[in-house]
């Protein structure tokens, strides 16, 4: 029972790594406006709190320092960096949840534009879903192997004493 219980729990595990990984490569290619013109956050989606990376293009003004302006944390100035534009930020530890336009503006007038996700974390409502743990309420599995584990100790005990006072005649 025990083997199923955790294959069960592994499998669940890599289902949703599985899906967090499809939804960032998704998210996390750069949002283009032109052929050479792009701004993109990493990571994405972040949690409120986290130092997020900007990296853009603005076609042939990458020499120039360009704008990019989000709800998510404000207006940062990004300064040229072998051949790109970046920067970074912190966005604020109490920005509630949500999808958040990032927009850039170039020195030369180009513009483009992404979503960050902000995740918010700080204050769960509830426990992660977990499965019945021993802790959970009612009787669940982790009763259930309590309970035997239990009994399964009594019994060697009692086995364990027998032999040691010998065979009867």
Known sequence: MRGLVSHRALSAVLGVLGLVAMF???????ARAGENIFVE???NPAQAGTRVNIR???DNANNR?????????????LRPDNGFL????????NKQAGDFPVDLRC?????????????NMAQPSKGPATGGGGTAGGRGVGSLLLVGGLVAVAVVAGVGARR???PRV
């Open 107 to 119: 020195s030369n007038g180009n513009t483009a534009s992404t979503v960050l996700t902000v995740l």
């Open 41 to 43: 956050v990493t990571p």
């Open 65 to 77: 320092q360009a704008e990019v302006n989000s709800d998510a944390f404000g207006r940062v100035m």
């Open 56 to 58: 853009a293009s603005c």
């Open 86 to 93: 970046t920067g970074a930020v912190t966005i604020p530890g």
């Open 24 to 30: 960032v490569l998704i998210t996390v290619t750069p």
């Open 164 to 166: 040691k006072t010998g």
